[in-house]
């Protein structure tokens, strides 16, 4: 079950399930978090291309191989797809797998919402939430407001909990 759409609903958001046709829409998404990060590789256009699909390719493989039960959803506004959200619920903490919006959907507090949305779920529920993390990604410190801890780095992610008992 996808964590209800509350704070989100005030920018028009909804979610519905990913299908195999949302995958091109998905691997711009991911295309799209990687833009400032290819940008000073010098690399041609088509290598960047072709890098970014066999990335998203592996990426959508593992989460699949390794998350079997999440929800993967396609995170609308106004009924246009602008993102994704990929979550598991556990027996005792909410996986928070992936989250990532459109560039020019970035910046105007949808992020946050949908992010107050499933920590004010997971309280309701009574469980944690984890995520991993790039240690340079901006979003941490969205986490960190919100009440997540950082806690492990393994390779180059970091691992971050919220717990229940976290104000907003």
């Known amino acids: 079950m996808p964590p209800p759409?509350?704070?989100?609903?005030?920018?028009?958001?909804?979610?519905?399930?990913?299908?195999?046709?949302?995958?091109?829409?998905?691997?711009?998404?991911?295309?799209?978090t990687r833009t400032e990060e290819l940008a000073v590789t010098g690399w041609p256009e088509e290598v960047k291309q072709a890098f970014l699909a066999h990335q998203h390719a592996?990426?959508?493989?593992?989460?699949?191989?390794?998350?079997?039960?999440?929800d993967w959803l396609i995170v609308e506004r106004d009924a246009i797809a602008i993102g994704r959200l990929y979550v598991q619920e556990g027996a005792s903490e909410i996986r928070l797998i992936d989250i990532a919006l459109l560039p020019e959907h970035r910046g105007a507090g949808i992020g946050t919402a949908l992010v107050d949305d499933l920590l004010g779920w997971a309280r309701t529920l009574g469980k944690a939430v984890s995520l991993h993390v790039e240690p340079n990604?901006?979003?941490?410190?969205?986490?960190?407001?919100?009440?997540?801890?950082?806690?492990?780095?393994?390779?180059?992610?970091?691992?971050?909990?919220?717990?229940?008992?976290?104000?907003?």
């Open 58 to 70: 592996a990426q959508h493989h593992h989460y699949q191989a390794h998350y079997p039960d999440a």
């Open 137 to 168: 990604n901006p979003v941490r410190r969205l986490y960190i407001r919100r009440g997540f801890v950082p806690g492990e780095t393994q390779g180059a992610y970091q691992r971050m909990d919220w717990e229940p008992s976290t104000s907003l």
């Open 5 to 32: 759409v509350q704070r989100a609903a005030e920018f028009g958001i909804s979610y519905r399930a990913l299908g195999e046709d949302d995958l091109p829409f998905t691997a711009a998404v991911y295309a799209a």
